[in-house]
């Protein structure tokens, strides 16, 4: 702006007619204008109509001069042929003078490539009156030798007296050829075509004489031949079906033949224009010249054509049509086409990737095409000398011109430029404020750049003196910058924690020393690496591997923390216990730049706190001998009292009854005892089955409606539509009466106790929450909630732990919720617990909900007959329990030989086995144990009865007995059970007997 309203005084003008600009323009357009002009003039006057002319006429030559060439090799296979045919006429009908002449023939000198084969083939039953077929035919095997082949002649494969090549030669006069389409050897395997003579003795046709021409050998001619015109020839048959082409994968089609033999075959000219469209003006003109020679001789050629079809099997109703139609043409001495030679243009040909002119040629006698196709740069290339001629013209009138402009530019340009270039040189310094402005040389454009180069000088200054002061503002900041960076590092160095850095595309771009001590890796080697080459974390209760950490972060731009359960392999396959912290990196704009992982190594913290879990344990432990003490001591109270009690009065029946039923009921809560110690050890078997959630509940509730305080009520909403799952009806009870139990102890005199269920599919959320849950598609939701005393969080989070109680010492324990616990784990389930103090508690059980339908509990008959009896061997090393199982043993009507370890047992089986009809085995023994024992009795008689009787549950004793016939009996028991077990045992034992 300030330029433009500088005064018209500063402006520096010069007039147009001195203008070098308008001087040098006119000059330059003065020589473009006439050197063009000469070229033009040049070109279109001498080079285009010699250059098509003469590109047609070589077209043409080319396509005369292949057909010539063709048809001296047609002539020679079509003389072999015909002097075959002669032979066949003249000679006697002799095998052997026949294979031993025709093979001479057709091993002429020079025709190896060209000539495939040949032979003799008499018409059916013409040469001998006793066989069909008896021909002779040599073809070349892959070496080039002869090779005399029998097949044809086989009576049960099909006559050649039908083939394609065969029939038409029954309608053609003596000595005259014809030309088979192009097909595939069945012995040779190899593409070909036949030239075919009749043989005529007695003026009746008696058979043929063949040649077959290699297709190869035309392709190899052909290619020769089109070497000169930078384009490609091939030729088609009768039926234009490709004799030769360039590229015979585009042609052929290859199919694995006897003996692992390739055969091949081609495919026809439309076949072809399928595949490449850029064919199809080629195909169509093709097809025009056999449906004009069908429509010409169309005379007399419907009988023929029906006799030829009639005659063949390989021959269809359309081919034979244009068979006869060349018949009549060669009878009648008729060309194919009064038209020797056709042309086309194509804009753009596959195999050259240009324009070509296409020249089709139709070679007399075999009615087959040459196609001649030549690039149009081709009709160009005799134009290049006339072209460089010309250009030497160009070239001499540019140089005229050249050297008159140098002249002329001189004297404009380059004296006044040097002499500005003298004054520039002469201002020396460096100092840029020390630089002069120029002097005005003369009123032309070099004047104008002088005057506009002073104002530039002007301007570099003061950007100049900008870009000083930038430049150590920028050098500041770089400083600080450098500050800074050492600054972090040497926090990062400091640190505790391991700390790594990636780049937006997750590949670590730096990590301090505890990152390096940690995963084995040093900066160097892992820098530019994806971090998870470098940093492998797996989750320790599921195992699997956290593969998304990166991915995790840039997706959801946000920070995660996973404080528990995750262990560090590194490099070196050392673990480390860790927690995990992971955020991204944003720049001032707040986009994401890359990630920064931050993990500490809490191996031995876990380790301390697994040492504090230990103290913690024993310290239960000791609460729990505490409890159990106090239980078996009321029991054992219980029992003996009741045993002196008996003992004091022992005529009096009633006291006797109730003194018993005091010892057995308290025999049973020891039972029961035992029992929840071992399910809490998760030793029991799980009696697993389909079975209805909601009529376990509902035993349970009638249950705790008897044994709860009736200020307590009791409700159930059983709402889910879904309630069968696979579990054990008893263990899950238990699971819900010690839940009610739990509950009537924090409401003391009144309260709310609600059973509820309904169904619940688990979203993504619950499955990641619950680590343990397996993958199921709907769940029941237990719901157990009271309205009692509550519990705070350091009590809830303690709960499920072995031996913990909040009841006085010696009042329980402390197994109840950890059987629990256990017990719904066993089930694949889930259990969670909400509670705060004063607001109830709410324990939440997720089971996996079953589709299979309860199975109806089977009661096996046993019958009502009187079974107690037989004898058993009863081996248990303790005196006290021997004695009692005798004693009930020999009330039920047995009897009893009974033995104080398994040695003495396996004797007294050994003496008695013909008596014994059963075992009863105690499993710890001195001597010789159950196991051992079960063993050597089996060794006697393997089809010994045995019941094993132990104080261990079922699941712990009974895995190590895969064998049939044995049964089991948990200690203590009544005699109810094992008369039961008794009965059922031995009635199968008689069932076998009978």
């Not at 033995?899 to 059963?918: C, S």
Request: some cysteine.
């Amino acid at each position: 702006m300030q330029e433009q309203n500088r005064p018209k005084t500063n402006q520096y003008r010069c007039k147009w007619t001195k203008s070098l600009h308008v001087r040098f323009v006119l000059i330059q357009l003065l020589v473009a204008f006439a050197v063009i002009g000469s070229t033009i003039i040049i070109l279109v006057t001498i080079e285009r109509s010699v250059l098509l002319n003469q590109g047609y006429d070589l077209a043409e030559q080319l396509g005369n001069y292949m057909v010539a060439n063709l048809q001296k090799q047609i002539v020679q296979a079509e003389s072999m042929t015909m002097s075959l045919a002669k032979l066949g006429e003249s000679l006697p009908q002799d095998e052997q003078l026949f294979k031993q002449v025709i093979p001479q023939l057709l091993d002429a000198e020079g025709q190896e490539k060209f000539i495939a084969g040949g032979g003799i083939w008499p018409e059916p039953r013409t040469f001998s009156s006793d066989l069909d077929r008896r021909s002779f035919f040599w073809g070349r095997t892959d070496d080039g030798e002869l090779k005399y082949f029998d097949e044809y002649n086989d009576p049960d494969g099909l006559g050649y007296h039908q083939r394609e090549w065969y029939v038409p030669s029954l309608f053609s006069p003596p000595g005259t050829s014809f030309w088979s389409q192009s097909y595939m050897d069945p012995f040779s395997y190899q593409p070909m075509v036949t030239c075919t003579v009749p043989m005529y003795r007695n003026g009746k046709v008696s058979g043929v004489a063949t040649v077959d021409v290699k297709l190869e050998g035309l392709d190899d001619f052909f290619r020769k031949a089109s070497v000169s015109t930078g384009g490609y020839i091939f030729s088609v048959d009768r039926n234009n079906k490709f004799i030769t082409f360039p590229r015979p994968a585009w042609v052929t089609i290859k199919t694995v033949a006897g003996d692992d033999k390739t055969a091949v075959d081609v495919i026809n000219a439309s076949q072809l224009a399928k595949k490449e469209p850029t064919y199809t003006p080629i195909v169509k003109i093709l097809d025009d010249i056999n449906d004009s020679l069908i429509n010409r001789m169309t005379n007399g050629n419907g009988e023929l054509a029906k006799k030829i079809f009639s005659k063949s099997n390989q021959i269809n109703e359309k081919e034979a049509g244009l068979i006869a139609a060349m018949l009549s043409a060669r009878n009648k001495n008729y060309s194919a086409d009064p038209i020797n030679s056709i042309q086309l243009f194509l804009d753009n040909d596959p195999l050259l990737n240009e324009p070509v002119n296409v020249m089709i040629f139709k070679v007399p006698e075999t009615f087959w095409k040459i196609v001649v196709i030549t690039p149009t740069s081709k009709f160009y290339s005799m134009a290049d000398s006339i072209t460089l001629e010309i250009a030497m013209y160009i070239v001499l009138l540019e140089v005229t011109g050249l050297c008159i402009m140098f002249y002329v530019t001189k004297n404009l340009f380059i004296n006044p430029i040097r002499k500005i270039a003298r004054r520039l040189r002469n201002q020396t310094g460096n100092d840029y404020l020390a630089l002069n402005t120029l002097d005005d040389i003369d009123h032309n454009e070099l004047g104008q750049l002088a005057f506009a180069f002073n104002q530039r000088t002007n301007r570099l200054i003061r950007i100049t003196m900008d870009l000083e002061e930038h430049i150590l503002d920028q050098k500041k900041a770089e400083d600080a910058l450098r500050t800074s960076e050492e600054n972090l590092k040497i926090t990062l160095n400091s640190i505790g924690d391991g700390v790594i850095a990636t780049n937006s595309g997750g590949n670590i771009s730096t990590m301090n020393p505890i990152a390096e001590q940690l995963t084995g890796w040093d900066i160097d080697e892992a820098k530019g690496k994806p971090f998870l080459d470098i940093f492998k974390a797996i989750n320790t209760i599921t195992g699997k591997e956290f593969e998304n950490l990166t991915n995790r972060i840039l997706e959801k731009q946000d920070a995660f923390d996973v404080s528990q359960n995750v262990e560090l392999i590194n490099r070196n396959n050392e673990t480390y216990a860790i927690t995990l912290h992971g955020a991204p990196i944003r720049n001032y704009d707040g986009g994401i730049v890359g990630i920064v992982i931050v993990f500490r190594d809490v191996s031995k913290q876990k380790l301390m706190e697994e040492q504090l879990r230990h103290s913690h344990k024993m310290e239960s432990l000791g609460q729990l001998s505490g409890g159990i003490a106090h239980d078996f001591n009321n029991m054992l109270a219980g029992m003996m009292s009741g045993a002196d009690m008996i003992l004091r009065k022992p005529n009096d029946p009633k006291m006797l009854d109730k003194y018993a039923n005091i010892i057995i009921d308290t025999a049973k809560k020891a039972s029961e005892l035992t029992n929840k110690l071992l399910a809490f050890s998760r030793k029991g078997k799980l009696d697993n089955r389909p079975m209805d959630v909601h009529c376990c509940i509902n035993a349970t509730l009638n249950l705790l409606e008897r044994s709860i305080d009736k200020g307590i009520s009791i409700t159930d909403k059983l709402n889910a539509k879904h309630s069968m799952i696979i579990g054990d009806s008893t263990q899950l009870q238990n699971v819900f009466l010690n839940l009610g139990l739990n509950a009537r102890d924090a409401m003391s005199d009144s309260g709310e106790l609600v059973f509820s269920t309904k169904n619940f599919v688990p979203n993504t959320q619950f499955q990641e929450f619950n680590q343990l849950a397996m993958e199921a598609e709907e769940y029941i939701e237990i719901t157990v909630r009271d309205s009692g005393i509550g519990m705070s969080h350091e009590i809830k989070s303690k709960i499920f732990e072995p031996f913990f109680t909040t009841k006085e010492i010696g009042k329980g324990t402390g197994l109840g919720l950890s059987a629990v616990y256990g017990t719904i784990i066993d089930h694949n389930g889930i259990i969670m617990v909400d509670s705060k103090l004063g607001d109830g508690t709410t324990f939440k059980i997720y089971l996996p909900v079953s589709t299979q339908e309860a199975a109806p509990l089977i009661e096996q008959d046993i019958g009502d007959t009187n079974l107690s009896e037989g004898c058993i061997l009863l081996i248990d090393d303790e005196p006290v329990v021997r004695t009692m199982i005798m004693e009930m043993l020999n009330e039920l009507g047995y009897r009893v030989i009974e033995a104080d370890n398994g040695e003495v047992g396996i004797d007294m089986f050994t003496k008695y086995k013909n008596t014994i009809d059963l075992v009863i085995l105690d499993m710890i023994m001195p001597k010789m144990n159950g196991t051992e024992a079960f063993k050597q009795l089996r060794l006697i008689d393997d089809s010994v009865k045995v019941i094993i009787s132990s104080g261990y549950s079922k699941d712990r004793t009974m895995k190590e007995f895969n064998s049939g016939g044995v049964e089991f009996i948990q200690k203590p028991y009544r005699i109810k059970e094992i008369e039961d077990l008794l009965k059922q045992v031995l009635s199968t034992k008689k069932e076998i007997n009978s």
